[in-house]
């Protein structure tokens, strides 16, 4: 017997790999407990995002805007009667999403 979905969330996906499968897919940018009523196609504008840096004398954030649009919705059930409604945008702006992509690499490293 099915149980019914419990819990839906609707994560945004920024699309980061440029091209390159050797570098990661998409990174989260957001996640929802609403249906932000995006389709595929659909351009959003994202601002004020932020990735965490430190060094031995400072601790701040890279702050990035760009715009973003729909490419595609993946629906993913996961454990405990949970849904998750992935929507993976990709930017045109190729700097600010290696600058990103940059950050990233730094903050793990």
Excluded: C
């Amino acid at each position: 017997m099915s149980q019914p979905v419990s819990t839906l969330y609707y994560q945004l996906e920024l699309l980061i790999n440029l091209g390159d499968s050797s570098r990661g897919g998409t990174i989260p940018i957001d996640i929802y407990t609403f249906d932000p009523g995006l389709s595929k196609g659909d351009t959003i504008h994202v601002e004020n995002w932020k990735v965490g840096r430190s060094s031995n004398t400072e601790v701040g954030n890279h702050v990035f805007e760009f715009d973003a649009s729909v490419i595609e919705i993946e629906k993913i059930v996961v454990r405990h009667q949970s849904l998750i409604v992935k929507i993976i945008v990709e930017s045109p702006d190729r700097e600010t999403i290696i600058q990103i992509r940059n950050a990233l690499n730094t903050q793990n490293s």
